[in-house]
């Protein structure tokens, strides 16, 4: 006779089980059937490069964005390094970011010819400590160029009074914000510039792909063309039976277009983008709820004005001691049972690049370093099940040996 006991399977088990379930990735995108449709009906039309599509995408986000503009291109990389040329940066001219970003992010100000001034980030938001930014301006600062780390808008009313203070330019780097509001209004509403990623590990995807909005009527201009190559007039419009195959070259610019296939997807994608925030916020409190008081880990901080966080991560600290392991170990110990985590990220200051051509070097930016250390990012997309979430934080509980 069964005893209720052996019925129970033991967390061992369990684990035995996750060991061999069919890998869960750090992120997964949600591409619908209609899309999928959408995107086949494009390549039987004949015109995948940029076109009718491509323009009835960029009206839905400016649409959704309250934007007065918004700009496709080829990713948030080729739009960042747009609106730094757009700024007409001289040598020694000085933009001011974050220690704790992707690389694109400098990139952008070095590629454009500028200098990039890093500021430490917040222990507990990882968002840019704006209580330091007065003190890094100089007079050779032209622009601030915060990161809505994770979804969660930085202190925008801080940075536009020091901003309009010193005459200066703000550009957001909204790669993780699309869909993100700041006391009421959605990142891209207001403002100065912004620039959105949807690459596919983003909260809505075009496979590739980004966009800038701006109210700067010179900047949009200047976009345009840069993006095709400086050709005043675009080209789908030029081969259409109606166009001229006639067009003249306003300044060098770059092959950063946006095409027709993606625009498939975003016309789909961009409508139910709500709904994926809703989700991704729903997984995000049951994280909190179910890894509430675990010593082993430190959970993204909150802020107290208002927001809606977008969601992109969900990235705590792991804190080696009362975990047993660290960072790179407890990544390690999760993808050996099947489960995906990201890195989001190193900081940036201390790679080659930036620490040698600039001086950079450990203890400059403590916060940033010490997130980088410790920062890991836990499975999170909308088609995430409950039950894949426990399996995640099971998982956990186990590489932490709690009882």
């Known amino acids: 006779m069964k005893t209720v006991a052996s019925e129970i399977p033991t967390l061992q ?3 035995s089980e996750t060991s061999t379930a069919a890998f869960l990735p750090f992120s997964k995108p949600t591409i619908s059937p209609a899309a999928i449709a959408e995107v086949v009906a494009c390549l039987e039309s004949g015109w995948i490069t940029t076109g009718p599509r491509t323009k009835q995408f960029e009206t839905m986000l400016r649409d959704y964005l309250h934007a007065p503009c918004a700009l496709t291109c080829s990713s948030a990389t080729a739009g960042l390094l747009m609106t730094m040329i757009a700024l007409d940066l001289q040598p020694g001219d000085e933009v001011i970011t974050t220690a704790m970003t992707f690389a694109a992010t400098l990139n952008s100000i070095v590629l454009a010819g500028g200098k990039p001034v890093l500021v430490d980030v917040e222990p ?3 968002n ?9 301006i100089t007079p050779r600062t032209r622009a601030i160029l915060p990161v809505h780390f994770a979804g969660l ?3 925008l009313d801080f940075i536009h009074a020091l901003a309009r203070k010193y005459g200066l330019r703000v550009i957001e780097d909204a790669a993780h914000a699309i869909g993100a509001e700041y006391k009421g209004r959605r990142i891209g509403s207001f403002g100065d ?3 959105f990623s949807f690459h596919p590990n983003k909260n809505m995807t075009t496979g590739e792909g980004g966009c800038v909005t701006t109210t700067d009527r010179a900047m949009e201009k200047r976009i345009t063309l840069l993006r095709f190559h400086g050709i005043d007039r675009e080209a789908w419009a030029r081969f259409s039976k109606a166009g001229s195959s006639h067009y003249e070259i306003a300044l060098p610019g770059y092959k ?12 789909h994608q961009l409508p139910a983008l709500d709904g994926f925030i809703d989700r991704r916020t729903t997984l995000v409190r049951r994280y909190y709820e179910k890894l509430a008081d675990w010593p082993e880990l430190t959970l993204p901080g909150k802020v107290s004005y208002e927001h809606r966080h977008a969601w992109h991560l969900f990235a705590p600290l792991i804190n080696p001691d009362a975990a047993g392991t660290d960072r790179d170990g407890f990544m390690a110990a999760m993808k050996e049972r099947n489960i995906g985590t990201g890195l989001h990220y190193q900081a940036v200051h ?4 930036y620490r040698d051509q600039f001086g950079f070097q450990r203890g400059d930016f403590p916060n940033a370093e010490a997130i980088s250390d410790r920062v890991v990012s836990l499975p999170l997309f909308p088609t995430m099940t409950e039950a894949d979430q426990d399996r995640v934080i099971e998982t ?4 932490f040996k709690r009882d």
């Open 193 to 195: 510039t912004q620039v």
């Open 153 to 155: 808008p930085v202190d």
């Open 13 to 15: 088990t369990k684990m």
């Open 256 to 267: 950063f277009n946006f095409m027709d296939i993606q625009a498939a997807l975003g016309i």
């Open 396 to 399: 956990m509980a186990d590489i």
């Open 124 to 126: 507990h938001t990882y």
């Open 350 to 353: 201390l790679s080659p690049y």
């Open 128 to 136: 840019l400590e704006v209580k330091h930014l007065e003190a890094a």
